[in-house]
Nanobody
Framework: QVQLVESGGGLVQAGASLRLSCAASGRTFSKYTMGWFRQAPGKEREFVAALSWGNGMNTNYADSVKGRFTISRDNAKNTVYLQMNNPKPEDTAVYSC?????????????????WGQGTQVTVSS
């Protein structure tokens, strides 16, 4: 079992940068594939990015964020990050991290077993 807590959300202007963090409990963080998802009001939760377990050699990005967002991990700090560069108003949503043990970098919500509560990101134009 792992508990996930997101932080770093807030109000940001379009074109600026923001970094989200997701801290995990426990001592075996490196065995989890980590994902970021988001949900805007009135919309379904959608995939943003995923990073493989271990040293995170494999990544997967939604087309809408490719080239702007970067997912990374620091296993020593039990933390996964989402660096958001050049955010756009359409990136406004609640961002949640998710984890699955030794999983693939899936874009499906059903592939993940553990979820955080989420952090609000609002991008103003």
């Amino acid at each position: 079992q792992v508990q996930l807590v997101e932080s770093g959300g807030g109000l940001v202007q379009a074109g600026a940068s923001l970094r989200l963090s997701c801290a995990a409990s426990g001592r075996t963080f490196s065995k989890y594939t980590m994902g970021w998802f988001r949900q805007a009001p009135g919309k379904e939760r959608e995939f943003v990015a995923a990073l493989s377990w271990g040293n995170g050699m494999n990544t997967n990005y939604a087309d809408s964020v490719k080239g702007r967002f970067t997912i990374s991990r620091d296993n020593a700090k039990n933390t996964v990050y989402l660096q958001m560069n050049n955010p756009k108003p359409e990136d406004t949503a609640v961002y949640s991290c998710a984890a699955v043990t030794y999983g693939a970098t899936s874009s499906a919500t059903t592939s993940y077993d553990y979820w955080g509560q989420g952090t609000q990101v609002t991008v103003s134009s």
